[in-house]
């Protein structure tokens, strides 16, 4: 395998020419992206795009059917998901996905199954009660007792655990009040401030657009446009297709 | 009177306590694997063989015959995760179906070993705990009822406390997002097949020496297993244990004030009650029923 120089100093993923069938119905075809070693990257589109596909694709739930995905120079595409959370990429699957039946400690605590560190640990569990107070009042409550946005911050909290390299989220926004979606926002932001890349999955184009740095239009499948996020913003196609200008 | 329900009390305990260890291992592995296994009350008989052949045969401490029927049974359960139900992960009636298809290996490979006559071994211990002149329990009863109560603990203890036990509980309640957080599915489900597997054997090891152990032995208890899972909910391992203990004693009571036939009717009735009443059972969710 050569490796190619230049993805890896120019992007902490790659992803090259991918594509994801399921049961033969093709989901994502011929795929190609980079995401920086900083800042908020979103992919967008409507339901069914590929967008969620993506980021199965990349933690190693789903595999791909040709192509190549790359981390920090290595390639990932081989790997089952627990060796991808090994490398450093956390995900926040669509759903939340928190463990109903156990306690917001529990939840977090599993975050860090990998890791060995100890003090560390227990410092970034400090740290997640800081960022998420809410989930600090509940830390001993069941997670299936919690509202969609406390869920949502314990997903989120669960992969801070992971201490990641790379932030997947994917539609940490759904079914959440505005208000709460607002606080998402400013949540993501910060994480990424502080050294996470993320990557950004929505349907809501317009607070995705707000947040990220560069941004990826999925449609059925396909690439269909990318860009620096505000330029897309005032791109026709998009204010047309997704932000009901 | 008194006298004759603290004694039935006293059995329906001992038969709470190896049913409660066949209906827990049973839970586990369905919670983790998502896989009904057929072959649970095989475990439970090969179980009782290693006592048969370790103890009474070829003359080993008793306990350590036990303890030998735990690990053997729970290896031969991680044996059956890497070649039936590995293979059949996303397919649960093809790993069900193959279960089916273990336990007729395994009575097959029983019979031809030992013989399909029924072995009554003796005793460990003739010891009798004896309370009044009418209340006593044999002490290899005893053995059978501490045995499941300290497993159990332990087991309890390892799902709350330890880093596997967590992995483990992730595994059961959302496989994909236990993966997301690097738990490998391979690894819990072994784990998850040797515990399941070693508490039928367990079980199977302490009764034997009560009971007629012979290649079919594992029939009925698999039988009364499920009615206690259904019972508890499946899912549920505090849901097992309670209808495990639920079960004995309205069947045990049953037998002893009536007979064993009408004590298996109003087993079966309490089971269809349950599912009329609540149908995921005392404790179950049905998330993945």
Redesign the interface.
């Known amino acids: 395998m050569q490796p190619d120089p230049l993805s890896s100093e120019s992007a902490l993923l790659q992803i090259v020419g991918a594509s994801v069938n399921y049961n033969k119905v093709s989901a994502v075809r011929n795929l190609n992206m980079k995401i920086p070693h900083g800042g908020i990257v979103t992919i967008i589109g409507a339901n069914g795009a590929g967008k969620t596909t993506t980021l199965r694709a990349i ?3 789903s595999k791909l059917s040709g192509g190549e995905i790359r981390f920090d120079g290595g390639r990932i595409d081989n790997l ?3 060796q991808v ?2 490398r450093g990429i ?2 926040v ?1 669509e759903g939340r ?6 306690t917001v400690e ?1 939840n977090l ?3 860090a ?2 890791r060995r560190d100890q003090e560390a640990i227990e410092s970034d569990l400090s740290a997640v009660f800081g960022r998420f107070p809410r989930l600090e009042e509940r830390r001993s409550q069941l997670a299936k007792t919690m509202s969609g946005g406390e869920q949502q911050m314990l997903a989120i909290g ?1 992969a801070l655990m ?1 201490k990641p390299r790379l932030l997947l989220l994917d539609e940490p926004s759904m079914g959440l009040a505005p208000v709460i979606v607002e606080e998402m926002g400013r949540i993501v932001v910060e994480i990424s401030r502080e050294g996470v890349p993320v990557v950004l999955v929505e349907q809501n184009a317009e607070l995705a657009l707000g947040l990220a740095d560069y941004a990826y239009v999925l449609e059925t499948g396909n690439l269909v446009l990318e860009g620096p996020a505000k330029e897309l913003h005032e791109n026709d196609h998009v204010r047309r297709a997704y932000l009901g200008l | 009177m008194l006298e004759l329900l603290a004694q039935t009390a006293l059995n329906a305990t001992y038969a709470a306590s190896y049913i409660a260890l066949v209906a827990v291992g049973l839970v586990l592995i369905f919670g983790v694997m998502g896989v009904v296994n057929f072959a649970h009350g095989e475990l439970y008989m090969l179980g009782a063989y290693a006592v048969v052949a370790l103890y009474a045969d070829a003359g080993f401490p008793f306990f350590l015959a036990a303890a030998v029927g735990l690990i053997f049974v729970g290896i031969v359960g991680i044996g059956m995760e890497r070649t039936l139900f590995r293979p059949l992960r996303d397919n649960p009636l093809g790993g069900l179906v193959a279960s089916i298809g273990f336990l007729l290996i395994l009575q097959s490979l029983a019979s031809v070993w030992f013989g399909v006559r029924m072995e009554h071994i003796p005793p460990s211990t003739q010891q009798i705990l004896r309370f009044s002149d009418s209340v006593s329990l044999p002490v290899q009863r005893l053995y059978v009822i501490v045995g499941a109560v300290i497993l159990l603990t332990a087991l309890w203890l390892f799902l709350k406390r330890s ?1 596997f036990g ?2 483990l ?2 595994s059961a ?2 496989p ?9 599915i391979n690894q819990t489900a072994r784990i998850a097949m040797f515990i399941g597997a070693g508490l039928a054997g367990v079980a199977g090891a302490l009764t034997a020496p009560l009971v007629r152990t012979f290649p079919y032995m594992g029939h009925s208890v698999i039988v009364t297993a499920f009615i206690v899972i259904i019972v508890g909910g499946v899912g549920s391992l505090e849901g097992a244990v309670l209808a495990a203990v639920i079960y004995a004693f309205v069947h045990t009571f049953v037998t002893t004030f009536f007979d064993g036939v009408i004590a298996d009717i109003v087993g079966l009735s309490l089971m269809l009650l349950v599912l009329i009443v609540k149908p995921t059972g005392m404790f179950g969710t049905a998330d993945r029923a």
């Open positions: 933690s190693g739930l089952n998901p627990e959370v090994a956390a995900h699957p996905r928190v463990f109903p039946d156990m529990e605590r599993t975050g199954f990998l669960r992971a | 880093r967590w992995a509980r992730a309640q959302d994909e997002a236990a993966a997301l957080q690097g738990i490998s």
